[in-house]
């Protein structure tokens, strides 16, 4: 922590809130975990590249329920692009 310019270490970090940004850091055994001022848990960097590739699937997912839809308007004579 920074004070009067120099850095001082943190006691405890446990349950220490930053007072410049306000989130709060909570060591555990598994690691720290960080809080924003609502209390809301930081997402891990694991935690972002999953919910990333889940994101990423369900977009690939909606494009071939589209794609499929498409070829059976075509089917029916239809140019789903002129609907």
């Known amino acids: 922590m920074r004070q009067e310019g120099l850095l001082s270490s943190i006691p405890e970090i446990k349950g220490w809130v930053s007072p410049r940004l306000s989130i709060r850091f909570d060591l555990r055994e598994d690691g720290l975990e960080i809080y924003s001022l609502d209390g809301q848990k930081f997402l891990t960097s694991l935690e972002l590249s999953q919910k990333a590739e889940q994101a990423s699937l369900q977009l690939e997912q909606e494009r071939l329920k589209a794609e499929r839809l498409a070829e ?7 140019d789903p692009d002129t609907l």
């Open 72 to 78: 059976y308007i075509r089917s029916l004579g239809i």
